[in-house]
Nanobody, 115 residues
Framework: QVQLVESGGGLVQPGGSLRLSCAAS????????MGWYRQAPGKEREVVAT???????NYADSVKGRFTISRDNAKNTVYLQMNSLKPEDTAVYYC?????????WGQGTQVTVSS
């Protein structure tokens, strides 16, 4: 059973930065794509960023220019560097990995942006 474990969340002031990590229990080469999603209280889960290869990335309009997704296949890990954080970025952030027959999700990590 594949497991994804997120880390790096926490409380940060507006304008600050955080880096989220998602460690997979298997070689990430098996995944078609990996990505970060978030869910704020009372809202639906939304995609933040996805990565298919080191050069094929996609971002939600709300985070373009502020967030960067990357992956390190040697460490079986995908990262989300978040800069210039805003209060509206507050949410539980989830890691997702897709395979031909379905997908896997992590348990989520809380990010709170507040002064």
């Amino acid at each position: 059973q594949v497991q994804l474990v997120e880390s790096g969340g926490g409380l940060v002031q507006p304008g600050g930065s955080l880096r989220l990590s998602c460690a997979a229990s298997t070689n990430t080469f098996i995944f078609n794509s990996m990505g970060w999603y978030r869910q704020a209280p009372g809202k639906e889960r939304e995609v933040v960023a996805t990565i298919i290869s080191s050069s094929r990335t996609n971002y939600a309009d709300s985070v373009k220019g502020r967030f960067t997704i990357s992956r390190d296949n040697a460490k079986n890990t995908v990262y989300l560097q978040m800069n210039s954080l805003k209060p509206e970025d507050t949410a539980v952030y989830y890691c997702r990995a897709t395979v031909m027959y379905g997908d896997y999700w992590g348990q989520g990590t809380q990010v709170t942006v507040s002064s």
